[in-house]
T-cell receptor, first 118, second 114 residues
Framework: EAGVAQSPRYKIIEKRQSVAFWCNPI?????LYWYQQILGQGPKLLIQ????????DSQLPKDRFSAERLKGVDSTLKIQPAKLEDSAVYLC????????????????FGPGTRLTVT | QQQVKQSPQSLIVQKGGISIINCAYE??????FPWYQQFPGKGPALLIA?????SEKKEGRFTISFNKSAKQFSLHIMDSQPGDSATYFC?????????????FGTGTRLTIIP
């Protein structure tokens, strides 16, 4: 089974520039998450999709961050304009989603995109 | 504010020893407590998880101990090996069977020395 794919793996931009990250979840996974992991900290949820609908975006800085999940599969996360404090690893994760048995809730993480804003 | 506090920040254990990482939470609504292992350049991977209806769960060399009254849980790695050297994150969520929003601890960098 292929894992969660993310690209690019690394990105260096100057502040005030724009950047976009792409995520392809595990096939069949209905739930998709974007996390921000600042160096030395645990991942922090930015946005959660169930199919192509947003479940939770309460911690997404909406003045500069946006995300979409068209057709309920791939997702993109965009930052415009970037700030120095956006330097972090951006992790995408997916899970099977709601299960009748109450199982299969494990989140599978991609390798992340390391963003450096200079 | 939902928080999960993790300690220690870093840990060095000799090969064959027991590694212990502790976490504490505040929100009593949390009902799912996973531990994730992360190697450099990789995303976190689920190691072991527990629901609050049990006080302990063991999978191989990894054990979670859970104390509901103290709102604490810990990861024990028995017979620690150099391959266990990684960063470990505890997390907690209010379960909804597939829609969990995980709140992570700050991580523990574990180093196993020969």
């Amino acid at each position: 089974e292929a894992g969660v794919a993310q690209s690019p793996r690394y990105k260096i931009i100057e502040k005030r520039q724009s950047v976009a990250f792409w995520c392809n979840p595990i096939s069949g996974h209905a739930t998709l998450y974007w996390y921000q992991q600042i160096l030395g900290q645990g991942p922090k949820l930015l946005i959660q999709f169930q199919n192509n609908g947003v479940v939770d975006d309460s911690q997404l800085p909406k003045d500069r961050f946006s995300a979409e999940r068209l057709k309920g599969v791939d997702s993109t996360l965009k930052i415009q304009p970037a700030k120095l404090e956006d330097s972090a690893v951006y992790l995408c994760a997916s899970s099977l989603g709601h299960s009748e048995t109450g199982t299969d809730y494990e989140q599978y993480f991609g390798p992340g995109t390391r963003l450096t804003v200079t | 504010q939902q928080q999960v506090k993790q300690s220690p920040q870093s840990l060095i254990v000799q090969k064959g020893g027991i590694s212990i990482i502790n976490c504490a939470y505040e929100n009593t609504a949390f009902d799912y407590f996973p531990w994730y292992q992360q190697f450099p350049g990789k995303g976190p991977a689920l190691l072991i998880a527990i629901r609050p209806d049990v006080s302990e769960k063991k999978e191989g060399r990894f054990t979670i101990s859970f104390n509901k009254s103290a709102k604490q849980f810990s990861l024990h790695i028995m017979d620690s090996q150099p391959g266990d050297s990684a960063t470990y994150f505890c997390a907690a969520s209010i379960g909804n069977f597939g829609n969990e929003k995980l709140t992570f601890g700050t991580g523990t960098r574990l180093t196993i020395i020969p």
